[in-house]
Structure formats: structure tokens, C-alpha cells
């Protein structure tokens, strides 16, 4: 039985055992099982299903709509890319057979597969391409796709209601179809290149500035990827049946099932085989664990996302950047990452992952925990300690609200920042919710400080995108230094050109912090050796080979 311990008790006894493991720990890669025969009699019951755990899915079922990582999670079972990602980050083929750019980098011409279609049979063709990219351009369009860092010619008219459609997007043929950009851009293939909707399912009556019809079908997904989307019943589970009419042929499993887990429960369903994959944090305890069940494949690869903590330069307190900054100071992130992580995580010291090519942190304060330091800056701010050693400034006490979900990463970090910073003289208030309420008050602006973490990051412009003004318009941050340094950086795709400006982005970011940068980690799954074909990666995670995923007869 596991046996749940308080992240209090932790920080005094996981941060000594973490380097008892020191020696002993997993190296990247799939540690294969080393006894199958242990695979648990209710998984050997499923003979035509595989589950795989999932955490907090909100019911937003379209892969350009979702404001929940989760949801993204069961639109990548849904719908295909255009253009995928190998497992080393490179742009490969996906539903588009080809792609070729001019010699100045603006246009673009995608080439389709041929007899491609829906999962209900209807053809695919390059006018679902254009009209995807259209409604990325549609005034009333609010998701998280920032269609615009792609510059296709004639998007923004078609936005402001000067033009009746995106002249930078040219139909050839019904396999084919060329797009035009004003500037050449490092990420516009991976922007163009994202799952496809159908324009006769999503696009019955469309017109510009009426996205309502649309937004009905958020729970009745009609995608073109590897299963089909059965029914989602909130709280417990995602069901989905193989799709036939996939690109790369019918996944052999026949039903796939998203079980909804946490960190209290994930381990007991794996154990007693009511899933047959799930993440875990990565920390020796829970590798043990999985190696003493004998049936688990287990996986262990390098993020691309860190996790943060936000602030919101809307609160007074926080528009001072040496509050901000004293924050950072007062903070012992390592003492976070030790007993969290426990040799499989470090310190985030810019808001990419050491996997990057961007990552360099020569000449990037590291704010190394130091209370003096954080101390100084909050007397040099005005904030001067009270009575109760909480710091007042103008009869206003220093006191910050802190939004965190329920996960691991969080368990810790709330008693480590509330002794932490009550040091230094802040008084912290955590708040505990879930996370689509967290995403929720954040959109409202209710809050001092939040805590999560970044989807994947496939190319350092993701992890600074957040940062941009008009993206970050929710915290309040603005520095024209990081929106010029972040425009040049996706100007060019030359790597070489681009590593020195991100270079001087993060130096720029470390001095006027928008956020608490707080770690990279090591991804830790398993998969019951009752299936095969599980390879998940950084920038595929468990999808990506989902469609060769099959169980063992």
C-alpha cells in the first residue's frame, strides 16, 4: 500500500535519502519489465482496451479552443497534425506529404496526402486547411493558437473586416495548398501546420465573427486521428474506438479509455491493473515502487517545460521589480527540487529546458537562494518589518495570495515558500483549487501569485511567448526590450543566428522577472507489459505512438 506523507515531513527527510539514490538512479530510456507474468487479472479481462490515466480534463474538445493541457491531451487522440514532430523535435510529415518554401522563407506550399479523410469518411482536402487557418484569424477567435506569429498575408484585414477572406491563403488544388506570410518566421510551419477541422462540420453557415455554431461542437469532436471520441463522463472517464478511416491504418487496439487519476490514486490503478499507463512524478520512491511490480515498463525522458510561479504586476506590491525579485531570493528552489525531484529535476534558471539548444545560463542570474539579498531589496523597496515581522509599506501589509492545484510539485512548495518567505517578512496565503478553477481566477485577475506549468515547449519561442504584452495582458507585463527580443528571435529560422538573442532574452527576463522560475524535471511513465508500442517522448508524449500501441495476445 502506499502510504501518503505530508510535504512538511519531506523537506526534512526526502532532501537527506535523495542522495542515497544518488548512485542508483534510471537512466533515460525504457527500463523494460522484468516479469510479465505479474501483469494484474483485470487487465488480462480487457481483452480489446487499453487505459491510460489523465488528470483534470474540462470537456473543450477542439484542439484550437481547449485552455486546459488536458483537454490538448484528448485532442491529440482526436484530431492529426498536418506536420508532426519526431521525437528529437524536427518537423516531419504528418497529414501534409510534403512542403516546400521559397528562397526568401514567405511562402509556403503544403502538399496534402492523397485520400485523406475524416472520421466519418468525408474527404480531407487543402479547403479544410484554409478554413482551420481562417478561424485562427477570426475577430471573436479567443484560444491559445496565436495564429498571427505565422504573418499570412492579408490576416489581419481579414480580422479587422477589410477583406472577406485571407489573401495569403491559395487553394491549388484540392491537394495543395500555398501560403503567403509577409516575413519569413522560425515557428510559421509548426503554426501553419496544426490539426485540420472539417470545414463542412465546423464550418456549416460559418461567417466571420460568428463562432457560436462552432463552439456547440466542443463535445462532439469530428477529428481524423487515430480513434474516434466516444463519450466523456467528467470525473472518470474519456472513451474512444479506433478510426478506421486513419492515414496510417487502424490502430490495432480497438478502444482506447482516458481514465481520470491524480497523484493520490494514480499508483493503486496502475498497480491493480485498472490502467495501463500513467505518468508519475519522477523521484527514486516512485521508480522502486514500479520496479517491484514487475509487469511495468518504465519510461524516463527530459521535459521541455518548466514549471513557474506567475506574478500579477496588476497587484501595487508587484509592479516593484525588486519585490519581484526578492521573491526569487527569499525562495530555496532547490530545497524544492530535492524534495520533489530527488536527483531527477534542477533549478529553472530560464524559461526553457536544458534540451533546448537555447539553454546557456552563462550570464544569467540564477538567484541563487539568498535571504539577505531578498531581504535588502524589500528594505530598499520601502517595505519595512512590523510589529509581527510582516513587512508594511504605506499602513499595507505585505501579504500574497498563492493559486496552486493538487499535484506533487505543489504539496511541496507551499510549506517551503510559507516559511520560506515568512522570513523575509511575507505573509503567504496559499489557496488550493483545481485546475480549471485555477486557470479560471487567473483569467479574472484574482489572484497575487499562481503556480503551474508550461505545456511542451517545441522551440524556445513557446517559452517566452507568455511574456509577449499583448500575451501576458492577463498578469500585467510589459517590457518592449522582451517584445523586440522575442520578435527577432522568431524572425529567422538560422539556429545559430537565433541562440545569441535568446541569450539576451533571458538576461533581460532574469532582470524584469515576470515570473518564479522554479523547475525542469525528468518525465517518469510505465506501461503494463500487457501492451506493447508505448514510446512516449517529449514531444509526442503518449499519443505520438498511440496509433502502434497493441496488446499482447
Given at each position: ?11 526534512s527527510?526526502i532532501?537527506?535519502?535523495?542522495f ?16 510479465a ?31 486546459n ?18 521525437s ?23 502538399k ?7 472520421s ?62 509577409t ?17 463542412a462540420?465546423?464550418?456549416r ?11 456547440t ?6 477529428g ?24 496510417r ?58 514549471s ?18 526578492a ?18 529535476g ?33 528594505d ?37 515558500a ?11 496565503k ?21 503556480s ?35 520578435n527577432?528571435g ?35 511513465s ?27 495476445k
Amino acid at each position: 500500500m502506499r502510504v501518503a506523507v505530508s510535504a512538511a515531513l519531506l523537506t526534512s527527510a526526502i532532501v537527506c535519502s535523495s542522495f542515497a539514490f544518488a548512485d542508483e538512479l534510471l537512466q533515460e530510456g525504457i527500463t523494460p519489465a522484468t516479469d510479465a507474468s505479474q501483469v494484474p487479472a483485470a487487465a488480462k479481462l480487457r481483452k480489446d482496451t487499453v487505459i491510460a490515466g489523465i488528470s483534470e480534463p474540462q470537456g473543450i474538445f477542439n484542439p484550437y479552443f481547449f485552455v486546459n493541457g488536458w483537454d490538448e491531451n484528448v485532442t491529440n487522440v482526436i484530431f492529426a497534425r498536418l506536420i508532426d514532430w519526431d521525437s528529437h523535435g524536427k518537423l516531419v510529415p504528418g497529414l501534409a506529404e510534403s512542403w516546400q518554401v521559397s528562397d526568401d522563407g514567405k511562402t509556403w506550399t503544403i502538399k496534402l496526402r492523397p485520400d485523406l479523410t475524416f472520421s466519418d469518411g468525408s474527404p480531407l482536402s487543402a479547403e479544410d486547411v484554409a478554413f482551420t487557418l481562417t478561424v485562427l484569424y477570426d475577430p471573436k477567435y479567443d484560444g491559445d493558437t496565436d495564429i498571427t506569429l505565422a504573418h499570412i498575408a492579408g490576416g489581419d484585414a481579414y480580422k479587422q473586416g477589410k477583406a472577406d477572406s485571407v489573401s495569403g491563403l491559395k487553394v491549388i488544388d484540392p491537394l495543395t495548398l500555398q501560403v503567403t506570410t509577409t516575413q519569413p518566421g522560425a515557428t510559421t510551419l509548426q503554426k501553419i501546420g496544426g490539426p485540420v477541422l472539417s470545414k463542412a462540420y465546423y464550418g456549416r453557415g460559418y461567417q466571420r465573427g460568428e463562432l457560436d455554431y462552432l463552439r456547440t461542437l466542443h463535445g462532439k469532436p469530428l477529428g481524423n486521428g487515430p480513434y474516434i471520441y466516444d463519450k466523456y463522463i467528467p470525473g472518470q472517464e474519456i472513451r474512444f474506438h479506433a478510426n478506421a478511416h486513419y492515414y496510417r491504418g487502424k490502430p490495432p487496439t480497438p478502444r482506447f479509455i482516458y481514465r481520470v487519476t491524480n497523484p493520490s490514486t494514480n499508483f493503486q490503478l496502475f498497480q491493480t491493473g485498472d490502467t495501463d499507463y500513467d505518468a508519475f512524478t519522477s523521484r527514486p520512491d516512485d521508480i522502486e515502487q514500479l520496479k517491484l511490480l514487475g509487469f511495468a515498463n518504465i519510461n524516463l525522458y527530459g521535459s521541455s517545460d518548466y514549471s513557474k510561479v506567475e506574478f500579477n504586476l496588476k497587484r501595487p506590491a508587484l509592479q516593484d521589480v525588486r519585490v519581484r525579485q526578492a521573491l526569487i531570493y527569499g525562495l530555496d528552489r532547490q530545497k524544492l527540487v530535492s524534495v520533489v525531484y530527488q536527483g531527477y529535476g534542477s533549478v529553472a534558471v530560464e524559461p526553457i529546458a536544458p534540451i533546448s539548444w537555447a539553454y546557456n545560463t552563462q550570464g544569467v542570474n540564477p538567484y541563487s537562494f539568498d535571504p539577505a539579498q531578498a531581504k535588502k531589496l524589500l528594505d530598499e523597496a520601502g517595505w519595512k518589518v512590523g510589529a509581527d515581522g510582516i513587512r508594511v509599506k504605506d499602513g499595507k501589509r505585505l501579504e500574497l495570495s498563492l493559486l496552486v492545484s493538487k499535484k506533487v510539485l505543489n504539496d511541496a512548495l507551499i510549506p517551503i515558500a510559507k516559511e520560506n518567505y515568512r522570513q523575509i517578512g511575507v505573509l503567504l496565503k496559499p489557496q488550493v483549487v483545481d485546475f480549471n478553477a485555477l486557470m479560471s481566477q487567473r483569467k479574472a485577475g484574482n489572484y497575487d501569485l499562481a503556480s503551474f506549468s508550461t505545456s511542451t515547449l517545441n522551440d524556445p519561442h513557446d517559452g517566452v511567448w507568455d511574456f509577449y504584452s499583448t500575451e501576458a495582458a492577463v498578469q500585467g507585463y510589459h517590457n518592449a526590450e522582451v517584445d523586440r527580443l522575442i520578435n527577432e528571435g522568431n524572425a529567422t529560422s538560422d539556429i545559430e543566428k537565433r541562440k545569441p538573442i535568446y541569450h539576451q532574452l533571458y538576461q533581460v527576463l532574469a532582470n524584469d522577472p515576470p515570473v518564479i522560475l522554479l523547475a525542469n524535471r525528468k518525465i517518469l511513465s510505465a506501461s503494463s507489459a500487457r501492451v506493447t508500442g508505448f514510446r512516449p517522448d517529449i514531444y509526442n508524449g503518449l499519443t505520438g505512438s498511440l496509433p502502434d500501441v497493441n496488446i499482447v495476445k
